[in-house]
């Protein structure tokens, strides 16, 4: 049932009614119904989660490394049950150093207070919303004396909640969990496929740092390659723009051309040298006689002789 807002006349501002009203309402009406399954998804999956989960958790040799952690399914996640939005998957915690403290004088005598620091697994939180979608965010192990840089790590967002029925679904959660807590707890010895399933992670998911929410690290490196890309194509664009526009003189060209035409001459000459030669040599070669009657030519101290 609604009500109408402090200082309103509900009778004057009800809502408009018309031919397209029923289809409107039967629309919001559908709307309701999927977000009330949506409930209903979620619940199923909180009710039988711990069941499920430690039974597949059971087959998971990941899982079993971190044995001496514990493995706990929480409904409600910290208030152990009040919160029926909440589902919790996590490791439990295990002292790793054992420290002297400073000396302090008690009833007279010195003495050191013994410390011992723990680490906190991995967990994973199932958080369903107001509209019923379930984030799914993942949170490194951590220990006291050094804090991780990345507090968490956004999963996925289960729009479905009927998915979370999926065993599939789930065996693939529990894998990353694994994974992630192999790489960041002290003694996790991750394998090679945990690591690139840590850096996938890192690379293609939402996280949080510093309690600000971060973008995904592949969405700002292909964001910085499409401005690259864009940035030399406006240049190339614009250069040619500039150039069809305000065309530059060509000095290359004209020089070319001329040192062709100069060589053409050259050539020209040196080929009418070539001939001058050649007819100067044509002319001074000597011209072979044909034969003749030897002609006789007398001495002027020689007798004539007498003539018939």
């Known amino acids: 049932m609604t009500t109408a807002p402090e200082g309103s006349d509900f009778p004057v501002n009800q809502p408009v009614l ?10 919001f009406q559908k709307a309701i119904d999927r977000r009330i399954k949506r409930y209903l998804d979620f619940d199923k999956f909180r009710d039988h989660a711990a ?6 958790a059971s087959e998971n040799e990941e899982i079993a490394y971190f ?3 514990g493995f706990y399914v929480l409904e409600g996640g910290k208030t152990a049950g009040w919160d029926d939005s909440v589902v919790k998957v996590q490791f439990g915690s295990r002292p790793y150093l054992t420290a002297y403290g ?10 050191k207070s013994l410390r011992v620091f723990t680490e ?3 967990s994973l939180l199932y958080q369903r919303g107001d509209d019923g979608h379930v984030m799914c965010l993942l949170y490194p192990a951590s220990s006291e004396r050094e804090p991780k840089t ?3 790590v956004v999963l996925k967002v289960v729009n479905d909640p009927s998915n979370l029925l999926n065993d599939r679904l789930l065996r693939s959660h529990l894998k990353t969990l694994a994974a992630y807590m192999a790489v960041t707890s002290l003694d996790g010895s991750p394998t090679m496929l945990q690591r690139c399933r840590y850096w996938w992670l890192h690379l293609t998911k939402q996280r949080t740092i510093g309690g600000v929410v971060r ?3 592949i969405q700002v490196i292909a964001g910085k390659l499409l401005l690259w890309v864009a940035t030399v194509a406006f240049s190339g664009i614009a250069l040619f723009l500039i150039q ?3 065309p530059e003189k060509d000095a290359v060209t004209p020089a070319l051309l001329q040192a062709s035409q100069a060589a053409q001459r050259k050539s020209e000459a040196q080929l009418r040298v070539l001939e001058q030669i050649r007819d100067t040599m044509a002319a001074s070669a000597p011209t072979r006689a044909t034969p003749s009657a030897p002609v006789k030519v007398s001495s002027p101290g020689a007798p004539a002789e007498d003539g018939k």
């Open 102 to 111: 400073e000396p302090q004088l008690v009833y007279g005598e010195m003495s």
């Open 215 to 217: 973008p995904r690290q």
């Open 150 to 152: 990345v507090s968490m």
């Open 18 to 27: 018309g031919k397209l009203t029923e289809r409107a309402l039967t629309r």
């Open 120 to 122: 906190q697994g991995a």
């Open 244 to 246: 069809r526009r305000w």
């Open 67 to 69: 044995l001496s952690y």
């Open 51 to 56: 069941a499920r989960l430690h039974t597949l």
